[in-house]
């Protein structure tokens, strides 16, 4: 089919939006590894996750073999008011560059959340309130996670207890005020509230918390409160099922006007968006029923997949949580203060792990100053003002088309672009001072903390 046929924007019909979400690991031949119990460092039972996690969640989160989960009506009815989310073809960007390469982006922004973290968080919310539960805790970083789940909470009448990396909490005070708009507390981590918050101020006084000390007091909460579990915005299984949505979509828009996508390119925090983007295509591949070029864009300042470790590890900074074989950097990580903070976090999902370690997806790390002069290229002509996170995959994508302007190709690149950026703008304001700074760990620094993984055998 002819470029000029393909439209700016792909919509899709209410009646072509997915009806169930796309479980990868059934397509996978070597499993993700399960979770262990951080004391018995034995697989994590249904019973005892169970203590954490919703019912429902530990299932999806258990479950390796069924392929397709049918999406409940009531989440169906949420989605349809911000979904489906659009694919657009970059033209002017393509013009602007002089590619010969076609761009494609999802854009996951339109919402008042601003990221695709709404796609898993209405899921969640959704399975706690049909547990009968009275709210549900969890921890947020750059406030997206905490704001998405402010937002399903309401919808359905849940009590949410957000903990919120201090430094965040202070430089933020906006998002925290959409949280409370929308009922939700939120309290500032490490906190005096919690056994292991006052544990850990104790040894780092004045410090300002980080996203595993903050999960360590989410958990600690739901656990002593009756009626209460935790919920988390990325790294699990669950939550890469949920976001499946976002790549289900993207899959039928370019079915519909017969484009086949060469590259996918995504950025990866805690892997969420890119395992959700990724896996109608990574099914293909793993079946050899097509071959993408997969990547996976992480920022040089926590380089979980590039330079880390695939081994077991905590998830969070307190040890309180199952232990993941994932690519780590270690659970004692403190990543310098990046300014994407969804990326600032020390492991990686171990769906993604296991992909990258079978070398069927490749990674990649950007500099700072390197995303945002993207991120600002892209804004100039495309319009949107992206995130900070999502600005890590507009750098890839940017880069593979200049490669295409070499070589003549016509490469069909799609990337994810996660969400917009005006919670950012004290980010952007550095940049367009020029003092942004780009600081990657040395080996030092990451050797230390390896020498500080558990020792576990299995
Ligand atoms: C949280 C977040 C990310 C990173 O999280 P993943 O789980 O890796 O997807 C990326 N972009 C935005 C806008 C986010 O809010």
Known sequence: MSNEKIPYKIYLEESEMPKAWYNLRADMKNKPAALLNPQTLKPMTAQELSGVFCDELVKQELDDTTPYFEIPDEIKKFYKMYRPSPLVRAYCLEEKLQTPAKIYYKFEGNNTSGSHKLNSAIAQAYYAKEQGLVGVTTETGAGQWGTALSMACSYFGLDCKVYMVKVSYEQKPFRREVMRTYGASVTP?????????????????????????????????????????????????????????????????LDKYGIKADIIIGCAGGG???????????????????????????????????????????????????????????????????????????????????????????????????????????????????????????????DEAMKCKETGEEKTIVFGLTGTGYFDMVAYQKYNDGQMTDYIPTDEEIQANFDKLPRVDV
């Open 189 to 253: 981590s490490p906190s005096m509230e919690t056994e292991v918050g006052r544990k850990i101020l104790a040894e780092h006084p004045g410090t300002t918390g980080s996203l595993g000390c903050a999960i360590s007091e989410a958990v600690e909460t739901a656990v002593k409160n009756k009626g209460y579990r935790y919920v988390l915005g990325s790294v699990l299984n669950q939550v890469l099922l949920h976001q499946s949505i976002i790549g289900l979509e993207t899959k039928t828009a």
């Open 272 to 398: 969420s968006n890119l395992g959700g983007l990724i896996s109608p295509f990574m099914g293909e591949k793993l079946r050899g029923e097509a071959d993408y070029r997969i990547i996976a864009v992480e920022p040089a300042s926590c380089p979980s997949f590039t330079r880390g470790k695939f081994a077991y590890d905590y998830c969070d900074t307190g040890m309180v949580c199952p232990l993941a074989k994932m690519y780590t950097l270690g659970s004692g990580f403190i990543p310098s203060a990046n300014h994407a903070g969804g990326l600032r976090y020390h492991g990686m999902s171990s769906v993604l792990s296991q992909l990258y370690h079978d070398k069927l997806m490749e990674a990649v790390s950007v500099a700072q100053t390197d995303v945002f002069e993207a991120a600002v290229q892209f804004a100039r002509v495309e319009g949107i003002l992206p995130a900070p996170e999502s600005a890590h995959a507009i750098r890839v994508a940017i």
